[in-house]
């Protein structure tokens, strides 16, 4: 199989490039890819950049020229809600732009694109097939909503505007949406794991300094390890 595993930022990339056997470095677009053969898998491995754009853009330029047969997500995200702390996982099973509002443009609802669906749902047979693994390993996680925008939240005030239309949002981050959205659009299976890097608060600055290389690599060791000892066809 090929599988992409797609971060926003280097810090997110460097367990992965320090636990795989490099072979080459092929570019895509305006994207480097590292290429590593993982338990007979092609593994893709790339910087989209931060927020909905770079996200969209540097997916969709591996899409365009690997047949991918699945995306692997990884990074960090702010909580959205009390009962989710930092260093926690989360496993997506939606996302949805808290920064979409076209209700006044048709039969929309709020962080609905126009034309697109009102969020993307991740049901695959390889995401349930994820979830198994990490309730075999007794790795906790969380799975809800995720929120996708171009800000970096870090206000209470901030908080409280995007869970006025998504009050059972666990996190917030700046790619989600978009890596679902071309995901959607290329036919092409996502998992996504998010590990809570800090509280979207007035510290969030401080915090994701502190716990994004931290939360980072605890995402991809469990996605390391996953597709070390996981046969996937």
């Not at 930022?9 to 636990?19: N, P, R, S």
């Not at 979830?131 to 970096?152: C, M, N, R």
């Not at 299976?189 to 608060?201: E, Q, T, W």
């Amino acid at each position: 199989m090929k599988i992409a595993i797609i971060v926003p930022m280097e810090e997110e990339a460097e367990f992965y490039k320090k636990h795989f056997k490099f072979e080459n470095k092929e570019v895509f677009g305006t994207t480097e890819f590292d290429h590593f053969l993982v338990n007979g898998n092609d593994i893709y491995l790339g910087l989209s950049g931060i927020g909905k754009v770079n996200a969209a853009m540097n997916l969709t330029s591996l899409l365009t020229k690997e047949d991918i047969d699945l995306i692997f997500m990884t990074g960090s995200a702010g909580s959205l809600q009390e009962d989710v702390k930092r260093k926690d996982l989360i496993l997506p099973n939606k996302f949805m732009y808290y920064d979409a509002h076209n209700t006044s443009a048709g039969n929309y609802v709020e962080g609905q694109i126009p034309q697109e669906p009102a969020g993307y749902t991740l049901d695959n047979a390889f995401r349930a097939k994820f979830a198994a693994y990490l309730k075999e390993h007794d790795i906790p996680f969380k799975e809800g909503l995720i929120v996708t925008g171009d800000s970096f939240i870090a206000s209470e005030a901030q908080k409280d505007e995007i869970k006025k239309n998504f009050s059972d949002a666990l996190g917030v981050e700046m790619e989600g949406a978009a890596f679902a959205q071309v995901a959607r659009h290329f036919n092409t299976p996502l998992v996504a794991i998010r590990a809570i890097s800090d509280n979207g608060d007035a510290n969030a600055d401080n915090d994701f300094d502190k716990f994004v290389k931290e939360v980072g690599a605890k995402a991809a060791s469990i996605i390391a390890s996953y597709l070390e000892e996981t046969v996937l066809d």
